[in-house]
Nanobody, 127 residues
Framework: QVQLVESGGGWVQAGGSLRLSCAAS????????MGWFRQPPGKEREFVAG????????TYADSVKGRFTISRENAENTLYLQMNSLKPEDTAAYFC????????????????????WGQGTQVTVSS
């Protein structure tokens, strides 16, 4: 099981930016698609963005498309989420997660398809 640790959350005014990081405990990270999810207060966890294990293919939820950018640095076992033009509705706990299957072609958006999760980092956007 890979240990994942998120950082970079905080409080920001609407229109501002934050960059989240997710550090993985070992290099097996490099063989798995990774995802960012978020859970607003009182709501279910939802997919934000995903990135393939190789080649840089990404996918985004419609609500963040054009504002958020997911990336990874496999040499450093680290996943990133650059969040720009933040809105109050982006307020949530943000989690990184590893797909259950190694070397997958397609990026999945169902939280049940992800096996390892970080503890989460809170993002609060004020209006």
């Amino acid at each position: 099981q890979v240990q994942l640790v998120e950082s970079g959350g905080g409080w920001v005014q609407a229109g501002g930016s934050l960059r989240l990081s997710c550090a993985a405990s070992d290099r097996s990270f490099r063989s798995y698609n990774m995802g960012w999810f978020r859970q607003p207060p009182g709501k279910e966890r939802e997919f934000v963005a995903g990135i393939k294990w190789v080649g840089g293919t990404t996918t985004y939820a419609d609500s963040v498309k054009g504002r958020f950018t997911i990336s990874r640095e496999n040499a450093e076992n680290t996943l990133y989420l650059q969040m720009n033009s933040l809105k109050p509705e982006d307020t949530a706990a943000y989690f990184c997660a590893k797909d259950r299957e190694q070397l997958r072609g397609a990026i999945r958006s169902n939280p049940l398809d992800y096996s390892d999760w970080g503890q989460g980092t809170q993002v609060t956007v004020s209006s």
